[in-house]
């Protein structure tokens, strides 16, 4: 059975008006596809519409005058609604039938109707705050993101596509690697300052492909492949230029970090290859143990106990947001050596963990089977 949807006359707004970067009933359509929906009805919809190639559905009209009680589908909704980019996927799975704007909403899940240019304002916040993640670190949630976020609402209505995002954000990697790898110790603020931008910028590719609806294998694993190599560059980098200022351990401890983050980088992306079908995203596999997070952090309002506490303070501190950061507040006063030997013990342990995977319990679960 074609799973359907219906969008219903008369619109609320102007459905051609641009929230986020896209028209409103542009929007509608991809986030009833991105839930699956095969077809949608679309009333009053004129010949030549919405010829766009993201679009794989099928549209068609749909007589205005047809009784509601007539209308067989799985969603429907008024055309011109702006709601959060999850709710369409959220009630199909959950076998809601029936009207958005009467679906029991949560976790700030709901519908803007965005009639006027302070309601759509209200409905770009809705979409930009449904990008957080509960898989973003400490650092990430509390400095990252407030700022991608920012710059990704400035360039939504741009031609700017999420690889351009992507590429760009790994130049200023690439500016730190050179910067501290031929000036030295003496260039590590400068270079600490670039690699935060990266780490910033680094969040607008995907914030742009969600809200764009724009993806691609390739954009997943150009932003995995370049991620690692700037880990990578930045770490020998850093080693080399406290080498060459007389730190004695860190051409061992540099060596011993890029072996252990090779190792894992290997694991990884074989993981990606056989468990995560060919995907160059992290979330298409789940290693024995981790968590499934969703895309809204959800509070339990269960206190957490001292050991948790702590267990999710270490996973914190060895994120990829939380060791770029660490080098910044290192060059400033001084302690990069310190900053070496923490990302040193976060490579062994990465290494260690995902090698010993492979070789006790094979290969990572598919992200939708891990659970099971």
């Known amino acids: 059975m074609t799973r359907r949807a219906i969008l219903t006359s008369p619109s609320v707004g102007d459905p051609s008006a641009h929230v986020a970067g896209l028209s409103v009933l542009l929007r509608q359509l ?61 009630l199909v799975r959950s076998g809601y039938r029936g009207d958005i704007e009467a679906a029991p909403l949560e976790n700030g899940e709901f519908v803007v109707a965005p009639v006027d240019a302070r309601a759509r304002r209200e409905a770009e916040d809705m979409l930009l705050a449904a990008l957080l993640k509960a898989t973003d670190g400490l650092i990430s949630r509390s400095i990252n993101r407030r700022i991608s976020l920012q710059v990704t609402r400035s360039l939504l209505e741009t031609s ?157 501190a060895g994120r990829r947001d939380f060791f770029t950061f660490l080098y910044l507040p290192a060059a400033v006063f001084g302690v990069m050596q310190l900053a070496l030997a923490w990302c040193t013990g976060i490579f062994v342990l990465s290494g260690l963990a995902s090698s010993v995977h492979w070789l006790v319990f094979g290969a990572p679960a598919p992200a939708a089977k891990a659970k099971s």
């Open 160 to 316: 700017l596509t999420p690889n351009q995002m992507t590429a760009i954000a790994a130049l200023f990697g690439l500016a730190a690697i050179v910067v501290v790898g031929w000036g030295g110790a003496a260039w590590f603020v400068p270079g600490a300052v670039l690699l935060q931008f990266q780490s910033i910028l680094d969040g607008c590719d995907g914030e742009i492909s969600r809200l764009k609806y724009i993806r691609s294998r390739l954009g997943e694993w150009l932003d995995q492949v370049l991620d690692d190599a700037v880990n990578l560059g930045f770490f020998v980098a850093t080693g080399w230029a406290l080498h060459r200022a007389g730190w004695g351990p860190a051409l061992t401890l540099t060596a011993i970090g890029a072996g252990f983050h090779l190792t894992y980088q290997v694991a990884l992306y074989a993981a990606l290859i056989v468990s995560g079908g060919g995907s160059g995203s992290v979330a298409s596999i789940r290693w024995r143990g981790q968590k499934d997070h969703g895309d809204i952090p959800h509070a339990t309002g269960q206190p957490r106990s001292l050991w948790k506490a702590i267990k999710e303070t270490l996973e914190m």
């Open 30 to 90: 991809l986030s009833f596809q991105d839930a699956g929906i095969e077809e949608v009805e679309v009333e009053g919809l004129t010949n030549g519409e919405l010829q766009d190639p993201r679009l794989t559905l099928r549209v068609i009209r749909a007589p205005a005058d047809r009784p509601a009680g007539e209308r067989d589908a799985l969603l429907t909704a008024r055309i011109g609604l702006v709601w959060h980019r999850l709710l369409p996927r959220r």
